[in-house]
């Protein structure tokens, strides 16, 4: 069997384009930014950045040992708590590549500081970092809980399904003004229905929406 060499290794990861595990990144200059990346992989099904490869997938290489730095700067200083990665480095068309392997956190959330150091929760969606919703931190404080989740169904949890029935798609602040349910519970029950498959997220047009799940 031929073994691939790391040319070719780096072209297949450059031919699948950028995707819900894989972003490119020309060069890095701003570590904050960087953990966002980290957080959106380690919250979704982790992934990798290919670090020395420009958006259109050319392959500019890695300019100095100083981006290496501040890759593991990111992952240690700016995210909360902090995360393990693995660097590889490769030579592909005469340059440095560094492909950096994130992996799916179990016990998320994993934020990323910003300027002001706030933490903020990210999401991989396709081939974008967005920040995550109440419902997704609903939902993991839920799957940290030891104990079994069970839901109290009554005319509350009735009235929002019967919601989303009538109006079909709807954000988060719609369900509850149309429900008026404060949206802090409302967020805690969308994110029950979700656990229970009874109700879905759909991302479109830069929004999060909920809706009945097909066989609803």
């Known amino acids: 069997m031929k073994t691939r060499t790391e040319t070719e290794y780096i072209q297949q990861l450059i031919s699948e384009g ?3 595990q894989q972003d490119f990144k020309f060069a890095i200059s701003d570590a904050r930014k960087i953990a966002r990346s980290i957080s959106a992989f380690a919250n979704t099904q982790g992934g990798r950045l290919l670090i020395g490869v420009k ?3 050319k392959i500019a290489g890695v300019r100095s040992e100083e981006e290496i730095y501040m890759i593991e700067a990111a992952a240690r200083m700016y995210c909360r708590p902090q995360v393990e990665l693995e660097n590889y480095i490769y030579k592909a068309e005469g340059k440095n590549v560094l492909e950096v392997r994130i992996a799916e956190n179990p016990c998320k959330p994993i934020c990323a500081l910003d300027e002001q150091n706030k933490a903020w929760a990210y999401v991989r969606i396709k ?5 995550a919703n109440p419902v997704h931190l609903n939902i993991w404080k839920q799957n940290r809980q030891k104990e079994s989740v069970v839901i109290a ?3 509350r949890e009735q009235h929002l399904l019967n919601i989303l029935k009538q109006h079909g798609a709807l954000t988060l ?4 003004r149309l429900s008026q349910i404060n949206r802090k519970q409302t967020s805690e029950l969308l994110a029950d229905f979700i656990r229970f498959g009874l109700v879905e997220q759909d991302f479109k047009e ?3 929406y909920f809706k009945l799940t097909e066989n609803e």
């Open 127 to 131: 081939d974008e970092n967005i920040l």
């Open 173 to 176: 602040n719609q369900c509850s």
């Open 18 to 20: 950028e995707h819900i």
């Open 153 to 155: 169904y009554t005319e």
């Open 206 to 208: 830069h929004t999060f």
């Open 55 to 57: 958006d259109n997938g």
